[in-house]
């Protein structure tokens, strides 16, 4: 089993910027790739970022792209995703999760709300 919890949300003016984390503990020695979904209300999980936990390989929606970076501190089990010029369309609950395989994730976050006021 894989623990993730998020933390770093919050609320912030359009433009600012804002960094999560997301903490892994278990068996993280299983963990092939993380990544971070976001879900609007009234819409569906969308998928925001991902990277292979051995490696650099990172892959982003288009509509963050160029303004958020996902990285991750493998020593401290840590993921993070830094959000900058932060759009009021941004505005959801962020969810980080875990892949033991290439093609699904398997454990995920409890969520952490981002807000961004226009």
């Known amino acids: 089993q894989v623990q993730l919890v998020e933390s770093g949300g919050g609320l912030v003016q359009a433009g600012g910027s804002l960094r999560l984390s997301c903490a892994a503990s278990g068996r993280t020695f299983s963990i092939s790739k993380m990544g971070w979904f976001r879900q609007a209300p009234g819409k569906e999980r969308e998928f925001v970022a991902r990277?292979?936990?051995?490696?650099?390989?990172?892959v982003y929606a288009t509509s963050v792209k160029g303004r958020f970076t996902i990285s991750r501190d493998n020593a401290k089990n840590t993921l993070y995703l830094q959000m900058n010029n932060l759009k009021s369309e941004d505005t959801a609950v962020y969810y980080c999760a875990a892949g033991l395989r290439q093609n699904k994730y398997d454990y995920w976050g409890q969520g952490t709300q981002v807000t961004v006021s226009s």
């Open positions: 990277i292979l936990w051995i490696g650099i390989s990172t």
